[in-house]
């Protein structure tokens, strides 16, 4: 099935931090990747993101300000199932 891409914009890029606000219009994928970095994610939406993992499709119930982290070597596709816009910002730690 082919899907829209979701949109980054980076907002800083300097020798510690990589902050990146993604833009996904319902049904948009960022397309299938390994994080190369540890990295911390604030969503600035409310609702569903579906992961296709190598362990198969997980469903993430994410609210608005509720920040996570993950560790560098994380590899998925993330997709916005929602008929909504869905935005977050995404901060990679160098």
């Known amino acids: 099935?082919?899907?829209p891409r979701a949109v980054p914009t980076v907002q800083i890029d300097n020798d510690r931090?990589?902050?990146t606000e993604w833009?996904?219009?319902g049904g948009a994928e960022t397309g299938?990747?390994?994080h190369a970095l540890d990295y911390v994610i604030v969503p600035m939406t409310t609702g569903?993101?579906?992961?296709?993992?190598p362990e198969g499709v997980?469903?993430?119930a994410l609210k608005?300000?509720?920040?996570y982290a993950r560790l560098a070597g994380v590899e998925h596709n993330v997709i916005n199932p929602n008929e909504h816009e869905f935005v977050f910002i995404e901060?990679?730690?160098?």
């Open 91 to 94: 901060i990679e730690l160098k």
């Open 48 to 53: 569903l993101l579906q992961l296709e993992t």
């Open 32 to 34: 299938h990747h390994r």
């Open 23 to 25: 833009r996904f219009a």
């Open 58 to 60: 997980v469903e993430s």
């Open 1 to 3: 099935m082919s899907r």
């Open 64 to 67: 608005a300000g509720a920040s």
């Open 17 to 19: 931090v990589k902050v």
